[in-house]
């Protein structure tokens, strides 16, 4: 067991973000302190979180009923592939004046996450192998399949990996942590870079408007929607997404899909899962919305109980898609 985990820490690269407050560790991982300190995360790097970000992975995959819908299943069960999973980048709060709201957004919901889809899919194919990206350690260290590796870096400096490496890359709910020019001159050109010829790419993405919403749920959605666009992000990028693909000049054969999830009890554990997430997320970020929306502690807490009414009451839904494109010509030279 000893020589197991020793196998493991050598899996995991030790890729630290630096900020302009800290200086380089030895020390891996960072405790929960240290990178809330580094990172000015709002929500703790611990159980809770990994728990939050394995339920959306969950719904995504019985709304899709599979962790994948870009046409390589045969490519995987033959073993031989190396594919990608890439979480969000960090933004040096500095440029955006140490907005806190900002920083818990996108610090903090948009990621690789605690490796639930690389851990599923390096299971289910054993002869492929897999890396997963994120600019936090909240992937697990213990029992990782021998075909994983975790890195931690930040994609806006350039993924610590070389060029025309993978065959399959995929991205996962980065809605919101992006500007409209870091996603054209930067996120894409790097995922690009990494991706061999004829790789595919898979990106996924909820849609920011629910639909079917109470008159609470309208002013707390579009409260957490107003705070991201006021910072200059666009939480409605998978409606960009289809001309950000086509405009790059590099893909072929795209093909877009969506499923929607109705939340609430009604819906069963899909359900169960959407309201549980939601609430979690508006719970974990509850004092940057109180400050946004100038409400106090008390009216937050009704207003969340009138929400989770609502939404099961006018069984509110999120649509879910998935933008696969394969990469015909890489020129790195």
Known sequence: ?????????????????????????DEYPPSPTDLSSRYLYVFPVDESESIRNEK??????????????????????????????????????????NNDFYQSLTHNHFRCGPGTWVSEMAETYPLCSFTGVDISPVYPLKELPENVEFIQANILDGLPIESRKFDFVVMHFLNGCFTMQQWKSIIIQEVVRVMKPGAWLEWMECNASLKNQGENTKKLVQAFLSALNSQGLNPWIVNKIPKILDHSGIFVNRQ????????????????????????????????????????????????????REEIEQYQTTMDYYRFCAQIIVVDND
């Open 1 to 25: 067991m000893g020589n197991r985990q020793s196998r493991q820490s050598k899996r995991v690269s030790k890729q630290f973000v630096k900020d302009n407050s800290s200086t380089s560790t």
């Open 56 to 97: 959306q992975q969950t719904i995504a995959k019985i709304a899709w009923q599979g962790n994948f819908s870009s046409p390589i299943g045969d490519q995987l069960k033959g073993g031989g592939l190396k594919i990608l999973d890439i979480g969000y980048a960090y933004i040096e709060s500095s440029s955006y004046n």
């Open 256 to 307: 877009n899909g969506k499923r929607t999830v109705t939340y609430g009890s009604a819906a069963g554990k899909c359900g169960e899962l959407s309201i549980d997430t939601s609430m979690n997320i508006f719970q974990a970020i509850r004092k940057q919305i109180m400050e946004f929306m100038s409400i106090t502690p008390h009216e937050y807490d009704l207003l969340l109980d009138k929400v």
